[in-house]
Every structure is written in C-alpha cells, then in structure tokens.
C-alpha cells in the first residue's frame, strides 16, 4: 500500500527554522514528482513547492527564497527546509504524490513567540 509519512513539525519562533521530511513507501519513489502543500486555520490546501523526479524546484511566490524543497531517492523521502519563519507560515504542511493522489497525514508547524 502506496503511503507518505511527514515528520518534523513542531513549535518555533519567527526568524528560526525547520526542517520537514516525508518518507514514500509502497510506490518507486523516484519516478515520482512530489510535493508540499499546507493548510492554514480555517482555510483551504494551498501549494508550497514542489520538485519533480529529475529536480527543477518550484515554490510559492510567498516562500520563494526562504523555504528549499530537496529529495533524496535513495532514502526515499522528500525535504523542505523552511528558514525565515513568519506567523503566517503557521499551519499543517502535508506531502503528496499528485500522480498516485496520495496524501500524508501532515505535520503541524506553529510560528510564534
């Protein structure tokens, strides 16, 4: 059974950093572009970034130069280094396998003092 597992949430204070991994299993992880996406209180799933099987990063405009997206195939798993943290980075980041529709359970980063 294809799945994805985050970890690496927690609570942090504006300026720090984080980093967050999702792990693949069931599936050829490499083949696969992934992807980060977060829901913030209230609303809606909005797209963080993405990296495709071959590289070529992509991120939201808000995130651009502060968040990395990476992948390491031979651990399956997918990173996002997120550095710069603002309030508004506050929600539950999730990983997904657009292709497959596989969702994570998501992992939940607080922004605060």
């Known amino acids: 059974q294809a799945q994805l597992v985050e970890s690496g949430g927690g609570l942090v204070q504006p300026g720090g950093s984080l980093t967050l991994s999702c792990t693949g299993s069931g599936f050829t992880f490499s083949t696969y572009d992934m992807y980060w996406y977060r829901q913030l209180p209230g609303k809606g799933r909005e797209f963080v970034a993405s990296i495709y099987s071959f590289g070529n990063p992509r991120y939201k405009d808000s995130v651009e130069g502060r968040f990395t997206i990476s992948r390491d195939n031979a651990k399956e798993t997918v990173y996002l280094q997120m550095n710069s943290l603002k309030p508004d980075d506050t929600a539950v980041y999730l990983c997904?396998?657009?292709?497959?529709?596989?969702w994570g359970n998501g992992t939940l980063v607080t922004v605060s003092a």
């Open positions: 997904h396998n657009f292709a497959l529709n596989i």
